[in-house]
Structure formats: C-alpha cells, structure tokens
C-alpha cells in the first residue's frame, strides 16, 4: 500500500512539475485549495481521531492531550 | 525522473526573460495592451509620455487588491489626467473572474487586459504589484503587495516627481 | 530501497516544517476572522455489554476562534472549546471459553465538562514566518498545558515552503474515585510529549500542490487508561503500558484543482508506526464541489486502519513478563470508514457551515484482517455547524 502510495507520489511529481509564474497562482487562493480549509473543523477532528485512534500527528504538532476516553 | 533536457531549456527561457526584464532607472517597456472593453483603443506604454505613469498589476483573486482599488480610485479623484495616467493591468486567467472583482470593486481608472509577455517584461515578482513612471518613461519605483505605508510612500513620490516639474 | 526512494526520503528528512498549514503562501491576516462551530458527537451504544450501561459518549461541543490582524507583519489567533460528555466508558474483558469476549462497560454514566484554550502569535516578514502557541485545557481530572513554536520559510519564487515544528506538552491526571476504585492511581500522575514536525510544500503546477511532512514524537510518564481494569490471573488489576512511546509519521497532502468540474480534490495518505508495535495507515479523500449560488458540497472519504501493540490481548489467559496489560481497543487490530458531507454556503462576508461524517470501524475494515475484533470498537456520527465571519 506504501509503496503503491509511493510511486504515485512520484510520477505525479516527474510528470507534472512545470515552471509556474506569480500571476499564475489563482487557483492557489482559492479556499477550497488550502491544506486546511476549514481550520477549525480539521483541528476538531484531529482531536476526535486522537482520542478514538492510536494514531495522532502527520500533518500537526500534537499540542496537548485530553483524559478522553 | 525529472527530463533534465526540459528543465534546462525552462531555465535558459526563464534566465532569458530575466535579462529583459525592467529595473528602476530603466525605461518601461514598449508593449501595447489592449483595452478592458475592446471596442476602445488598445494603449502603448511608451505613448505615454508627458505625465506621471502608474502601473499596477492586478488579478480577481489577489487578497490586497480589494485595498489597492480604493487607493487608485483616491488618486484618480486627487490628481488630474493631465497629471497622472493609472493604468490596472489585468492578469486573470479567466475574464470572468475579472468581471466579478470589478462589480464588488468599481475602478474610476485604466484598465488594461494583460498577458504573459507585458508579466515577464516587468518581471512583476507577485500580485499586486505598481510601478511608478516619470514624465521621461523612466521606471523609478516598485512596489510589491499593498499597505498603509506603501500608499503612504507612493503618494510622497508622486508629489515629489510633480514637484520636480 | 531504490534511488528514487532514496531521494525522497532525503527531501522528507531533509524538509524543514509547515505548521498546521494554512495558505500555502504564508499571509498575515488582512481582516478580523471569527468563527463559531457546534459539534454534536454520538457514539452507538454497545451491542452485547456484559454488565454497565451500553450507552456510550455523547459529545456536545461549543468551539470559538478569533483572528486578529496586529499589524501588516503579525497577527494573532486565539480559540476556545468547551465539551460537555456524558456516557459509561469501557472497563474491562471477560471471555468465556471459546465464545466471543464480552466487554463490561461502566455503570453509571460519567459526566464531564473540558475546556481548552489557545493562542497562536505569528509573525511574517517576507520570505520567513515565525510562529508561537500556547494552549491549556481542563476536565475534572486532567490537566494539559503545551507550547510550541513554528518557523517556515518560502523559496525565493515563492513555489515552495518549508517548514519546522515543535510541541512540548505536559498533562496532569488525578482519577476521580480512586478511593474507592483502587486499580485507579491514588497520586496525580503526569504525562510529558515532546513531537517535532518537518514539512515541505511545493506548487508543481498551475493546478496542484503537493506536502510531504515527516514527524517525530515522544511521550513519556503515566500513559496508561486509569479507568480501565484488566483481568488477569493476579485478579483485575488496572490498564497497565509501558512508560515511553516514540512515533513516527509520514504524511502527504496532494491538492488538485480541475478546471472543468470547478472543483478541488483533496488526497490525504498518512504512515504511523510506534514502538508499541502499533503502525497506521490513514487516506483522506475529499472533493470539494463549487456550486451556484456560492454554495460548496464537499463529500469526503476517510479510510483507517491499525495493527496492535505488542501487548494488547482482547482477553489475558496467560501471564506477561513485562506486565503490561491492556484490552483497549484502541492498541487492536481494527480498520473505520468515515463517510462526510459538508455544505457551505458563502455570504458577502459571513460563511455558514453544515456537516455530518459517520464513522464506522471493525476488525477487517481497509487494511485490518483480524478474527478476534475487541468488543469496544465505536461507531460514532458527528454533526457540526457553524459560521464564519470576516470584519
């Protein structure tokens, strides 16, 4: 699955990788093209993962924890 | 992996453009634009002649440029045409978008429809960016994104470049 | 690992950090941004509890934020959330033979309420963004207070930013009922984190930008569930972990843009591996959908799954030399889906937010292949709306 993950990431990059100018980056502005659009939902879910899940962290530092059970 | 031949032609293009692009002290380039509406008359930059230029680049989706407008319109109703000429050169890919800007956003000035060629000429680093022209066609100022202070700092060089008359 | 591996991994390595990522290019706030979020969280109550009450959390959220522009160069963000849960919590296993172990919930419901707080200062001077953050929370029985601070930088064409992180935290516990729960510590115990996240951004086209973040972190002290018990054969003793966990996380967030449809997608591939033996694969898949009237639709797909720690068992018939003990679901095999919609509808300049995600989990979801799934797994649906507004 990794790897699979892996080389997609990379034909991505060899294929599509194009000088790109200033007045070009429109799309870029758009809210829809953030990392995190919704910060306050993305910070939320983070939090729900994180209590329900073994996993935390990946895109974020961890900040605190909760007694969540 | 990455086709190196394809990069270094890319960088060769790009290094090229750079050798043309405009510095302060140099003269604006010679490139006709067309208008916003393209029944009116399309506008050389270096007809201009005569008076102060102020050239701003500008697109839809540029976050400051709801500020900037404002700022131009100011100047527009504070200084004369026979004055100042402002000319807002347009970079969205998609006109509509434009369009859009300008009925949330009105402009009392120029407004010009722009292209790769007129970007790359300037070498314009970002959105918004103005530069500021003297009566002889001489680039004598840049300035990048939009603020308090560089409106400040535009309005003081236009009155000194007025003064020097 | 061939070259290309090779190279990539170097990049991730190598790759500074991108906090929680905003914009790609970094941009102080140019207005006030305020925004308000209710959450409504319900588990699904337990099948088959033996014994305590089946009903399960039931989650009520009230979440704050506020983004002040300071100056042309600095702007600061603060937010605060107040939980109120309710719901019994699992206990403990039991397993008769070779039916399915049953899971013993608590009896009466616990009733909490936590807040959190924080605040984030950041500071842009062209190419270079600095960041510090400060956030405390509070529940009966918990405390938490962490710092962390961010540092990125753009590339001088501004098509890519990397980025540094880091977090130390540290948590406070003191059980409720320890007097008369005695596998609960009696003494407060802590928990102290320290994680480091290194990222690198880059625009590949007009239409796609891509992230890759690497992630380190540990976390030492009292990690174990105090309200959790085990049987074993020395009786029921409590959840017993290893005092350290050291993770690691690599992740990758592709953002798309297509033309024709109008629409953003969103893909989202995160590796956890700890050394509780625990590793993780996570794929997030959302298409944001642009609409007339300035409405977005924005279905979305979350794909989990876990292997075990090393220790975990979903019943104990033998003793553990290291004495760690623990039937948390949460240290199982298992894999979840969570399915979302979300709407929004934009305004001149105010926002309003609604959306719904079901999460449901079991031993052979995605990745995870197990025969014997804990009892405790959760299947929750979360509802949440909100506004956003700009002044």
Known sequence: MKKILLVISIIMLTGCVSTVEPWEKGRFAKAEMQFEPDTMDAAFKRHVYFSKEASSGGTSTSGGGCGCN | ?165 | MNSRNNALALLSVAASNILATHVHSAQVAEQFQFGVRHHNYQEDPLTEPLGGSPERYDINVNQFSLIAPLSDTADLSVSYQKEKMSGASPWYTLKFGDEEPLQVMSGASIEDTRTDVSATLRVIDDFNSYGITAAVSEEDDYKSASFGFKYSRETEKRLSTWSIAADFSNDDINPVDADIYTTRPMDTQSKHSASTLGSYSRILNKNTLLQLSVGLSKKSGYLSDPYKMVITQQGLIGDARPDSKISKTIATQLRYFVDPMDAALHLDYRFYTDDWSIDSHTVDIAWYQNLLFDVQLIPSIRLYSQSQSYFYDVFYTQERADNYYSTDYRLSEYGAVTLGLKLIKKFDSWSMTLSADKYSSSGDTFLANTDVENPALIDFTLVSFGFDLQF
């Open chain 2, 1 to 165: 992996m990455i086709n190196f031949r394809r990069v270094i032609l890319l960088v060769i293009t790009f290094m090229a453009f750079n050798a043309m692009a405009v510095n302060r002290g140099e003269p604006v380039p010679a490139l006709e634009l067309a208008a916003w509406q393209d029944a009116n008359p399309a506008i050389n930059l270096q007809g201009l002649h005569g008076k102060i230029l102020y050239i701003d680049f500008w697109a839809s989706w540029c976050v400051p440029c709801k500020k900037s407008f404002p700022f131009m319109n100011t100047l527009r109703e504070k200084y004369s045409a026979e004055e100042l000429q402002i000319l807002a050169i347009n970079m969205d890919e998609y006109r509509a978008d434009a369009e859009k800007f300008l009925k949330n956003t009105p402009a009392l000035f120029t407004l010009l429809q722009g292209n790769a060629e007129v970007a790359k000429a300037f070498d314009i680093p970002g959105l918004p960016t103005a530069y500021l022209i003297d009566i002889n066609g001489m680039i004598v100022a840049r300035h990048t994104g939009f603020n308090k202070k560089s409106a400040k700092k535009t309005i003081q060089q236009i009155e000194f470049l007025l003064a020097k008359d």
